[in-house]
């Protein structure tokens, strides 16, 4: 099982928002908090570099666990390190006891 002293992390789960502009009609996405100050745990997995078009990409990853939340793969996290996740996939661990959040550094 998972004790408290595991989630000695907080991150941010934000969800995207769709509004209409007044004067033009257009839809409008932008990011808003959805969570606030999650507690979690944070397992950096290893990262790669590769070519891409002539030039040198990066990839992270990391798995944050949590406990279960309204959290759907369409959202992201902002880590405490500043970097933002796009959220993979998603593994219920227990009966609606914890969450493990596979993200990717968006860049």
């Not at 030039?55 to 793969?73: G, H, K, L, N, P």
Request: proline share 1%; charged share 35%; with cysteine.
């Amino acid at each position: 099982m998972i004790g408290a002293g595991a989630f000695d992390r907080r991150i941010i789960i934000e969800r995207v928002t769709e509004t209409r502009d007044a004067g033009t009609n257009a839809v409008l996405t932008s990011w808003a908090t959805h969570l606030d100050n999650v507690p979690c745990s944070i397992k950096r997995t290893t990262g790669r570099e590769f070519l891409d078009a002539d030039r040198v990409q990066s990839e992270r990853r990391a798995v944050f666990t949590v406990r279960y939340a309204d959290i759907d793969v369409r959202d992201r996290i902002v880590a405490d390190d500043g970097l933002t996740y796009g959220i993979v996939d998603i593994r219920e661990i227990g009966r609606r006891r914890f969450m493990e959040l596979q993200g990717e550094a968006i860049q």
